[in-house]
């Protein structure tokens, strides 16, 4: 199945990603997680819920950590480009027959929650509590320098369906891997902001969220984590990396948080504003499409990922291998 | 004058700053500076005209040189977003009573020549000649490793002017700097593409422009290059940094090309995607302003630039002066 | 007069420049400096003295803090090889009519003060109190991550007369800059412990301590001093910099301490071990001398320094003056 | 069996490790790779020999590498203080029954061959040909930007027994790997010239070359390199890294050249001049021992070494096993 044309004036304008609600089981550990060994800002907190910025974002938010029984993510958040967006978006998805409501959400304004067709959780707004500028604090900085959320990375059991319907909402293809045997899309990297993407989609049981990634100044930042984080006793949550992507050709590192919920710290993409960009394929087998430099990802990274509240997790329809690590 | 509410809807789509051409006085001396030196690729070139791209950019060309017998500025031009945009440009330049005319263009589909009301030439188009990938090719990397072009920075007479015209046409100001006495705006930094900039204005004789800015990896590629040139007998065209800019936060050097065209490196702004970003408002007497670490930049850097083709210079009407290095 | 031969066999057996105890007048305010600023960790504190130590150093101290009326320093101190080069540095000095006394030093072995001809307080030892290492205890690496003394430059009012005293205690020279007119020494670089040195001596009002200096990891580490100094009220403490040295071929910051002590930041000269390493030679109207890159150093950095305690200051024999920033 | 004291007085002064000769099975493809990918400087070259240079080096080779019919090491060779320390070399070498004969070694002056009791090669010389310095001759800079050979390490079949002689001879052990169970050495870093080590010892079949390491000035030259070879045909080359060593705290890359030598890239480890500093001891199943982040050297690393010319390989003693890559 080929990648389809880019659509280029979309039912309604999406911006970029904005946020991810994680479920935690213990608060206070994800806090340390998060706001002392990644360098998160904590904006607001109570018992129940922690907001967090990174430190160029000027919104309020870009992770909100809730105490849960258990691990899941609740939704992802997209941000619109106006109000008037936020409507289009709701006549639209009533069209295609995806549920549609309007919820409450602190510190946002009008808040649309839908379902993908896979059962993913999307919740839309386009006004958010703006804060302060705070990039220029450099006493705040720490961790491993978060500069703000870059992006989602989805288990599909039909990349080719999800790629789709996200590029009906104007989702642009810049790179994806197909199987050659099938044809068949296996993953896929969609933009809206203009970097490689604002959300991938990965072959796998889901949907299921596979990782939330934040983008950091340089590799060396990367490199300071690793060593904060194997001498602080989460030597255990690094999980793969740090390398050179051979898709997006960014420098990154695969780190789960205390829950498993994975994050990935990433630098060094591309710009991808041009309309007509070529999307890059690569294929199924190449081993420098995982890693530019051969090492192939673990198991567990193909396997794990985090249940999103309420989604039922099926089988992929596609059954290809890539290269995992002996 | 307050800066003007962004125009989300401007009458024609501008994706981004693409490219410029320089005249400059010995094409072979300008190819060592920007090719051997600096690292930008050669795509196309004979006698007369050298096309250069940076290494993650795909269009044909994102700076031409032009032999001829005076240094001087030919253009700016622009990427639009689709072949309709471009017709809309048209009439809305006509309906300003702007110049408009087609030109032709090598390795460019419809281009449209017009003037800015300051008399800058610019030119739009929305189909540049593609060609592969090289951001993967590591071994062209060398020099400063230039990935992309990222803004001008022009002259001009009237910034108050220049950002209501820019603003008319969707450019959204990020940073902008004020004089406290006048309420004028003393410069402004705009964009398109979701950078700080991609044009920005400086108080000064206008039109000029004062710098063309690539984007690069990381401060050390700006410290690799000023090792470089200054032991290889371009000492003498480092002209400011490097440094941290108060205004856009980004890490930067000012250099000057054989013909004094002055090229910035730049790396580390941040992301401007939201229709709701704060401009960032700084004082013109604010040392900070200029370079976070206090360094003020030196006389050249406010007096000289570079002439545009055919465009007419006269004296600013804001007569402040920033602070100046002694 | 030229460069002495390298005494290959000293009298005694100096290992490398080890600490300096600075006098300051507000020892919370130096505090603030030294250990939350740059990043040095405190050993042991009371009301009266701070010790501070580097993030790879396993001695005690490599810095003293000692509340005091007048900023001073008390003395630089220097590392002897074993308790037999101790007895025969007392036995040498007697020889050459110095000043020698053994003075009690808390944390360290016997130590024996002394003074060298031009009147510099100088402290000998050979054993310190070790402490278990740190340099993989990264939860503690912040401010500018110094990882040790690297080296000090004191103002000579007869620079040759030092190059000549400090060579017979074994100090070779790495890089010198001599005035071409009177054939004179104007500043010299003098290594032990196998970079480009431990001391240095630059000609003016002197015995003065010009600065102390400080290794740290990379060029980026120093942005991020920057950063963090000039964004906490440090703005005013930037003295010069950050650049790329002609000699030592180091990159550089320089910056004063509330009282007004000079550290330099200090990263990437060269090794030195080889005996017949020949010393470069450089001309004092170079003006890459001082930063490869061509950027003068402003007035301030060739006329203030600190004062040794007890010491008389006279003003240089040579009157040469290098390039100063206009 | 415990570390011993550091021999302080050793028979004759080792300056530092100097060079080492491999044998090359096609001399055009090795110059490929050590001079146009690593950036090493050829320094003279004729059929048969290419001499090579790190950029910071002012003797004349590091590093020769000849043609033959099969890869092998010739030797490793030291430089000594003085010519009276060749001839202390001799008499001691003669003493303790080991071979020894002068050797003519172009660009070197005396030169004294023998073989470690295990029968490893090694060359003692004072003098080589001295060459301008290159440091600052920024336009030669490329690859990985190599500054000067760092340390051997070798697979010796009784590391408690190597450590002892080494240490007879000077060298001084920093860290150390010990088999729990049989309280043997499974591996010792031993240096003379002030860095974590000149030479390193690690059980195995022996007397074999494990690697060769190269120093260069930060981790991100090592990306860069990684970038290089992964995409101009050397992606099987690549064997382990990069990482943070646990031991040396360096950061570290190994790759193996076209015909398996294997070279480290190395940088960052820590200043051990003090006679007085305190081995640091890892347990042979501590993780972070190899890799501060947890990750396993794979079996190769493990296994694979260079044959030294004439020396007999065999068993270990120690059939221990560290934590091996699955
Ligand atoms: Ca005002
Ligand atoms: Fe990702
Ligand atoms: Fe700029
Ligand atoms: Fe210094
Ligand atoms: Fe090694």
Same mark, same amino acid.
């Given at each position: 199945?080929?990648?389809?044309?880019?659509?280029?004036? @979309?039912?309604?304008?999406?911006?970029?990603?904005?946020?991810?609600?994680?479920?935690?089981?213990?608060?206070?550990?994800?806090?340390?997680?998060?706001?002392?060994?990644?360098?998160?800002?904590?904006?607001?907190?109570?018992?129940?819920?922690?907001?967090?910025?990174?430190?160029?974002?000027?919104?309020?938010?870009?992770? *909100?950590?809730?105490?849960?029984?258990?691990?899941?993510?609740?939704?992802?958040?997209?941000?619109?480009?106006?109000?008037?967006?936020?409507?289009?978006?709701?006549?639209?998805?009533?069209?295609?027959?995806?549920?549609?409501?309007?919820?409450?959400?602190?510190?946002?304004?009008?808040?649309?929650?839908?379902?993908?067709?896979?059962?993913?959780?999307?919740?839309?707004?386009?006004?958010?509590?703006?804060?302060?500028?705070?990039?220029?604090?450099?006493?705040?900085?720490?961790?491993?320098?978060?500069?703000?959320?870059?992006?989602?990375?989805?288990?599909?059991?039909?990349?080719?369906?999800?790629?789709?319907?996200?590029?009906?909402?104007?989702?642009?293809?810049?790179?994806?891997?197909?199987?050659?045997?099938?044809?068949?899309?296996?993953?896929?990297?969609?933009?809206?902001?203009?970097?490689?993407?604002?959300?991938?989609?990965?072959?796998?049981?889901?949907?299921?969220?596979?990782?939330?990634?934040?983008?950091?100044?340089?590799?060396?930042?990367? *490199?300071?984590?690793?060593?904060?984080?194997?001498?602080?006793?989460?030597?255990?949550?690094?999980?793969?990396?740090?390398?050179?992507?051979?898709?997006?050709?960014?420098?990154?590192?695969?780190?789960?948080?205390?829950?498993?919920?994975?994050?990935? *710290?990433?630098?060094?993409?591309?710009?991808?504003?041009?309309?007509?960009?070529?999307?890059?394929?690569?294929?199924?087998?190449?081993?420098?499409?995982?890693?530019? #430099?051969?090492?192939?990802? @673990?198991?567990? #990274?193909?396997?794990?990922?985090?249940?999103?509240?309420?989604?039922?997790?099926?089988? @992929?329809?596609?059954?290809?291998?890539?290269? *995992?690590? @002996?």
């Amino acid at each position: 199945m080929p990648i389809p044309m880019p659509n280029l004036y @979309p039912p309604f304008n999406i911006v970029r990603l904005s946020h991810v609600e994680f479920i935690v089981t213990d608060l206070a550990r994800s806090r340390a997680f998060y706001a002392d060994t990644l360098g998160l800002q904590v904006v607001t907190e109570d018992a129940e819920r922690i907001y967090l910025r990174a430190m160029e974002e000027r919104g309020h938010h870009c992770m *909100i950590l809730r105490q849960g029984p258990k691990a899941e993510v609740s939704m992802l958040a997209l941000k619109l480009y106006s109000e008037e967006d936020l409507d289009k978006a709701w006549d639209w998805l009533c069209e295609q027959g995806l549920p549609v409501e309007w919820v409450e959400r602190p510190h946002q304004g009008r808040t649309l929650r839908t379902r993908d067709p896979s059962g993913m959780p999307l919740e839309f707004y386009f006004q958010m509590e703006r804060l302060p500028p705070i990039h220029q604090k450099y006493a705040l900085y720490h961790g491993v320098r978060p500069l703000r959320i870059d992006h989602f990375n989805c288990f599909s059991t039909d990349v080719d369906a999800s790629v789709e319907f996200y590029n009906r909402i104007g989702f642009r293809v810049t790179e994806y891997t197909e199987d050659d045997e099938s044809g068949r899309l296996w993953a896929a990297w969609m933009h809206r902001k203009g970097g490689v993407h604002d959300i991938a989609f990965t072959n796998g049981r889901g949907p299921r969220l596979h990782h939330t990634a934040f983008w950091v100044p340089t590799p060396l930042n990367i *490199i300071d984590l690793l060593d904060l984080m194997s001498t602080t006793g989460y030597l255990a949550n690094i999980e793969r990396g740090p390398g050179r992507h051979g898709i997006s050709n960014a420098f990154f590192l695969y780190i789960l948080d205390p829950d498993g919920h994975r994050i990935e *710290i990433y630098c060094s993409d591309y710009q991808t504003v041009d309309p007509d960009l070529e999307p890059i394929r690569w294929d199924l087998k190449d081993p420098q499409r995982q890693t530019l #430099w051969g090492a192939p990802a @673990p198991r567990s #990274w193909f396997e794990h990922g985090s249940i999103f509240a309420g989604a039922h997790v099926t089988e @992929p329809l596609l059954k290809a291998q890539p290269i *995992i690590a @002996p």
